[in-house]
């Protein structure tokens, strides 16, 4: 136990894996889709109750670049569900002072999706009390990809020498270049896997798996990873 001075007892970054909605639907013998419009209420409380405790950076994992593959009228619901969330919402982060952002291939989003997610980073892009980054058709080892592409298209142009790469040339490559790392990663309803998200940025993260469903986590269980974090000694490989 014990906290050491160096390390601040609120996250300032929490990353969440937001996992679960499914088998909630099937405990309540509903479609899946309304497993997911459930865990929209939890990502609202969540959001609160992120600003509430302080942290500055909410990344919470919303789709996934391998969520492709799932059936085309869950794909098609959870975009509807997410371009609805971001028309409802965007008045309420501007009272908040939420600055949204995106990471992933937002690129493969569908048009009315992306330009939605752009007019509503643009209008918040002043924000500053709390960034709330969404995980969207993001895969963590395409983007380190991307990122090892763009620095062997430097070296190819002659401006970067590969001796003078580093740990900090590759995380400036990535989508997260101006974000700090996760102190803290939430996965929910019990799986022990990072499931290819942010695998670079997580390394010296704290790891909080709780077996409660996504749609029935909120801010009481939001806390608790908190409190479960500021009794963690982090110590980043040294003693
Ligand atoms: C995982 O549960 C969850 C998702 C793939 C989607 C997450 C989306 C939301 C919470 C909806 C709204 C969010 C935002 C940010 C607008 P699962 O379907 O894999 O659950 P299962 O493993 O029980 O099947």
């Keep these: 136990m014990g906290n050491p001075g160096s390390s601040p007892s609120v996250p300032r970054h929490v990353a969440i894996i937001?996992?679960?909605?499914?088998?909630?639907?099937?405990?309540?013998?509903?479609?899946?889709?309304?497993?997911?419009?459930?865990?929209?209420?939890?990502?609202?409380?969540?959001?609160?109750?992120?600003?509430?405790?302080?942290?500055k950076y909410l990344t919470l994992y919303a789709f996934s670049v391998e969520n492709w593959q799932r059936p085309r009228?869950?794909?098609?619901?959870?975009?509807?569900?997410?371009?609805?969330?971001?028309?409802?919402?965007?008045?309420?982060?501007?009272?908040?002072?939420?600055?949204?952002?995106?990471?992933g291939r937002r690129q493969d989003l569908?048009?009315?999706v992306r330009e939605e997610l752009e007019a509503a980073i643009e209008k918040t892009k002043n924000n500053t009390r709390l960034d709330l980054i969404?995980?969207?058709?993001?895969?963590?080892?395409v983007e380190i990809t991307e990122a090892v592409q763009s620095i062997a298209r430097e070296v190819k142009d002659g401006g970067l020498d590969p001796e003078k790469i580093n740990e900090k040339t590759v995380s400036a490559?990535?989508?997260?270049?101006?974000?700090?790392?996760?102190?803290?990663?939430?996965?929910?309803?019990?799986?022990?896997?990072?499931?290819?998200f942010l695998l670079w940025q997580i390394s010296y993260a704290e790891i909080h798996v709780t077996p409660v469903l996504w749609p029935d986590f909120g801010k009481k269980e939001f806390s608790e990873a908190l409190a479960d974090f500021a009794r963690r000694e982090r110590r980043f490989g040294g003693l």
Excluded at 134 to 141: E, M, N
């Design 18 to 55: 937001m996992d679960g909605n499914g088998r909630w639907a099937k405990q309540h013998h509903l479609p899946r889709l309304s497993g997911h419009e459930a865990g929209r209420k939890s990502v609202k409380q969540v959001v609160q109750a992120a600003i509430d405790h302080g942290v």
């Design 73 to 103: 009228e869950e794909v098609q619901g959870l975009m509807g569900l997410l371009r609805g969330v971001i028309r409802e919402e965007l008045s309420e982060m501007g009272k908040e002072g939420i600055r949204l952002r995106t990471i």
């Design 110 to 112: 569908p048009s009315a």
């Design 134 to 141: 969404l995980a969207l058709s993001y895969g963590s080892r």
């Design 173 to 196: 490559h990535l989508y997260t270049h101006d974000i700090p790392d996760p102190d803290l990663l939430i996965r929910t309803s019990g799986e022990m896997r990072v499931s290819n």
